[in-house]
Antibody, heavy 116, light 110 residues
């Protein structure tokens, strides 16, 4: 069955970097576009980034553009989110999700807390 | 990239029907058929309920249906059940090749 497992969350200081990973299994990872979506405490879902199935195209929300980079490694069936210059408002549960125009499978999320 | 507008809360009694609206612009909801809806129970992974405006994934109850008129998409839940109590979010593709979620709606079963 399809599984998406995120990792890499934790407490990080403002201005520092963190890299999230999402290991995919149960489907052909190299054929699927992938998203990162986040939810800050007490807030709604926020779309963060999308990468095309082959990694040739990346798209970002204005709130993270220039600071976050989405990438993928097809040999490891893994999606990444490199987060630089982190701010307090980046504190959230980060989910990876399969699919382009709609997301039919989601991971359980990993919590990133930006705090000194 | 402003969030799509949803009512903060909608409630209904068991067996009733409720509708959640999702209002955007011609650059997102109104311009594309790529509107999807997600059910989210806190602490769990979101679940796809409707895709491409009005298509239901396999395994999703036919009590859930979607539609769109102009810049507003809607999710209707008929025969409301206690298990339907959750947060619901719409999402749309945009003219910038990005995506945007709605503000979210808390559904309460009275």
């Amino acid at each position: 069955q399809v599984q998406l497992v995120e990792s890499g969350g934790g407490v990080v200081q403002p201005g520092r970097s963190q890299r999230l990973s999402c290991v995919a299994s149960g489907f052909t990872f190299s054929s699927s576009a992938m998203h990162w979506v986040r939810q800050a405490p007490g807030k709604g879902l926020e779309w963060v980034a999308l990468i095309s199935y082959d990694g040739s195209n990346e798209y970002y929300a204005d709130s993270v553009k220039g600071r976050f980079t989405i990438s993928r490694d097809k040999s490891r069936n893994t999606l990444f989110l490199q987060m630089n210059s982190l701010r307090g408002e980046d504190t959230a549960v980060y989910y990876c999700a399969r699919g382009g125009t709609y997301s039919d499978f989601w991971g359980q999320g990993t919590l990133v807390t930006v705090s000194s | 990239q402003s969030a799509l507008t949803q009512p903060a809360s909608v409630s209904g009694s068991p067996g009733q029907s409720i509708t959640i609206s999702c209002t955007g612009t011609s650059s997102d909801v109104g311009g594309y058929k790529y509107v999807s809806w997600y059910q989210h129970h806190p602490g769990k992974a979101p679940k796809l309920m409707i895709y491409d405006v009005n298509n239901r994934p396999s395994g999703v109850s036919d009590r859930f249906s979607g539609s769109k008129s102009g810049n507003t998409a809607s999710l209707t839940i008929s025969g409301l059940q206690a298990e339907d109590e959750a947060d619901y979010y719409c999402r749309s593709y945009t003219s910038s090749s990005t995506y945007v979620f709605g503000t979210g709606t808390k559904v309460t079963v009275l």
